[in-house]
């Protein structure tokens, strides 16, 4: 078994594109993504699994079909299993994603974001 350390600004400074969740480690059943976010997303919602947002850099919005959530450096948010969500990054924005290994990161929608098998850094 294998013990690492892992420094986010080194590991966000690795690739380039956005909307495309990486994998940097996995707790027990789930996995820590990076992505980095830029623009509007789509409206999806996970039927199985919760989501964990933490901004590492910039500001991520997050909207829901009542309210508005906005997470700067530091912050972070669960969306429930269930709870529809529309992310939405006005500049380009880290992000730390923990969640289940069946997270697909378009959820219920399948379009050309959908990305089905992950990188690892």
């Not at 980095?36 to 947002?53: A, C, I, N, S």
Request: glycine letters at 6%.
């Amino acid at each position: 078994m294998t013990i690492r350390t892992v420094n986010l600004a080194e590991m966000f400074g690795r690739f380039q594109d956005q909307w495309s969740p990486k994998i940097v480690g996995e707790v027990n059943d789930s996995l820590v993504k990076l992505t980095k976010l830029q623009g509007e997303f789509v409206w999806h919602h996970h039927d199985r699994e919760d989501e964990l947002f933490l901004v590492v850099k910039g500001r991520l919005r997050l909207k829901l079909k009542d309210k508005e959530l906005v997470l700067g450096p530091g912050e972070f948010a669960i969306i429930p299993r269930g709870v529809e969500h529309l992310p939405i990054a006005d500049e380009e924005t880290h992000v730390l994603l923990f969640e289940p290994k069946s997270t697909l990161n378009t959820g219920n929608i399948h379009n050309e974001r959908t990305v089905a098998e992950l990188d690892r850094l």
